[in-house]
């Protein structure tokens, strides 16, 4: 790591396994001159560019769904203290309308998705790798629930995706690295003692 730039987390997770209630709750613990949160979510590709599985349905559990230049270049302009601008990516959900996202230089950068480990730029970057688990039946109801309110998407479509999409992704893409990583949060329950492990970690970065 650079003597000026950032210190990188990275944070991976199966689809629902709770990273974004969790990083919700981490960062309003800290100010935006110290902590600042990167989302894989906001970099997908549009649909016309993504790729169809044999039944002609949009896959978006690859990592080819992402648009990995622009998600790298973002985090090397951060680390190096540089402002990214965003167009919030609304899940194709047009009842939502997208917001401009603008994100700040922080001393500790947070970034986390699905594909976080698997690309190695990305990965490269990292200083801390912290994977998420939650029990697979778990996520999908959490998922059922989410894509429903959020996203407008019918429960059957929902469990095709897990089936033919999510899982496949989770074993090729996401589970391999769990091992690899520097922490793992057990999400079946909750996640508040981890939460107040890590909130201290990164205080004590911070104060270096």
């Given at each position: 790591m650079?003597?000026?730039?950032?210190?990188?987390?990275?944070?991976?997770?199966?689809?629902?396994?709770?990273?974004?209630?969790?990083?919700?709750?981490?960062?309003?613990?800290?100010?935006?001159?110290?902590?600042?949160?990167?989302?894989?979510?906001?970099y997908?590709?549009?649909?016309?560019?993504?790729?169809?599985?044999?039944?002609?349905?949009?896959n978006f559990?690859?990592?080819?769904?992402?648009?990995?230049?622009?998600?790298?270049?973002?985090?090397?302009?951060?680390r190096?203290?540089?402002a990214?601008?965003?167009?919030?990516?609304?899940?194709n959900?047009?009842?939502?309308?997208?917001?401009?996202?603008v994100?700040?230089?922080?001393?500790?950068?947070?970034?986390?998705?699905?594909?976080?480990f698997?690309?190695?730029?990305?990965?490269?970057?990292?200083?801390?790798?912290?994977?998420?688990?939650?029990?697979?039946?778990l996520?999908?109801?959490?998922?059922?629930?989410?894509?429903?309110?959020?996203?407008?998407?019918?429960?059957?479509?929902?469990?095709?995706r897990w089936?033919?999409?999510?899982?496949?992704?989770?074993?090729?893409?996401?589970?391999?690295?769990?091992?690899?990583?520097?922490?793992?949060?057990?999400?079946?329950i909750?996640?508040?003692?981890?939460?107040?492990?890590?909130?201290?970690?990164?205080?004590?970065?911070?104060?270096?």
């Amino acid at each position: 790591m650079k003597k000026n730039s950032a210190y990188i987390i990275g944070i991976a997770g199966g689809s629902a396994s709770g990273k974004t209630t969790f990083l919700q709750e981490l960062c309003k613990r800290f100010n935006s001159e110290d902590l600042a949160l990167v989302s894989q979510d906001n970099y997908y590709k549009a649909r016309e560019e993504q790729q169809l599985d044999d039944n002609g349905e949009i896959n978006f559990d690859l990592p080819s769904a992402i648009d990995l230049d622009r998600f790298a270049a973002d985090l090397k302009k951060l680390r190096e203290g540089l402002a990214i601008h965003k167009t919030e990516y609304t899940f194709n959900n047009d009842g939502k309308s997208a917001k401009k996202i603008v994100i700040e230089p922080a001393k500790v950068i947070i970034t986390e998705g699905l594909f976080v480990f698997h690309y190695e730029e990305i990965a490269a970057m990292m200083n801390h790798k912290v994977y998420f688990h939650a029990d697979d039946e778990l996520r999908l109801d959490r998922r059922i629930k989410r894509d429903q309110n959020e996203r407008g998407y019918p429960e059957s479509d929902v469990r095709y995706r897990w089936k033919n999409h999510v899982r496949p992704a989770d074993q090729q893409f996401l589970e391999p690295h769990r091992d690899g990583c520097d922490r793992v949060i057990i999400n079946n329950i909750s996640f508040n003692q981890e939460l107040d492990e890590l909130e201290r970690f990164i205080r004590k970065i911070i104060a270096q």
